[in-house]
């Protein structure tokens, strides 16, 4: 059976509605999301984890307020965006932790000059992108978790340096082409100095 041909668990049923705890669907619910992961956005957050676990306590964090499955992966049913496909859903968990194995792998990118990081930290992102492990609020997600990797690993980052239209576009060149160069240079340009020089 193929995962779209399964009932989608994280919408209402019979519908294309995302469940929420308040009922809403189309615009309404659109804007009412917006608001609160802003919300939740400037709120304390604690240290997470670079792990799986972090990952998901961050899309919690930001969605837990509208969304009951909040930090859930994604494990079934497959996404599309436009014209872009993301990894079926029956492969999500263990793509996402092979990806952290990884990156656990590299030191979760300590010690790295700024470039060097941005350049690692591009490539990861873009592979967590088109594993997209959660049904909604993938990019608002890891860019929380990207501020994250870098004030762990040594670095401060600024999100809202971080220009949206740029994001985007590096995102779609990442999944197409898996040229993480203009991620790398989105979030250059979001780098500050390295902390505590």
């Known amino acids: 059976m193929q995962d779209n041909e399964r009932p989608d668990p994280f919408t209402i049923p019979?519908?294309?509605?995302l469940r929420n705890h308040f009922n809403l669907s189309g615009e309404s619910l659109d804007r009412l999301e917006r608001l609160h992961t802003q919300i939740r956005q400037e709120q304390p957050l604690d240290k997470p984890d670079i792990s799986v676990a972090g990952l998901k306590a961050i899309h919690?964090?930001?969605?837990?307020?509208?969304?009951?499955?909040?930090g859930e992966i994604r494990t079934?049913?497959?996404?599309?965006?436009?014209?872009?496909?993301?990894?079926?859903?029956?492969?999500?968990?263990?793509?996402?932790?092979?990806?952290?194995?990884?990156?656990?792998?590299?030191?979760n990118l300590k010690r790295l000059a700024p470039e060097a990081f941005a350049e690692r930290a591009a490539f990861h992102i873009g592979e967590i992108n088109y594993i997209h492990p959660f049904r909604e609020g993938n990019g608002r997600t890891l860019r929380i978790f990207l501020r994250e990797l870098a004030r762990q690993a040594g670095h401060d980052l600024r999100l809202d340096r971080i220009d949206a239209e740029a994001w985007m576009d590096a995102s779609r060149k990442s999944r197409a082409t898996q040229d993480s160069g203009p991620m790398k240079q989105v979030i250059l340009r979001a780098m500050t100095d390295p902390l505590g020089r």
Do not use: C, M, N
Not at 14 to 17: A, L, N, R, S
Not at 77 to 104: C, I, N, W
């Open 60 to 70: 919690r964090h930001l969605f837990e307020t509208v969304y009951p499955w909040a």
């Open 14 to 17: 019979g519908t294309d509605t």
């Open 76 to 107: 079934s049913h497959s996404l599309t965006k436009g014209d872009a496909s993301f990894l079926p859903g029956r492969f999500v968990q263990d793509a996402l932790t092979r990806q952290f194995e990884l990156l656990k792998s590299e030191r």
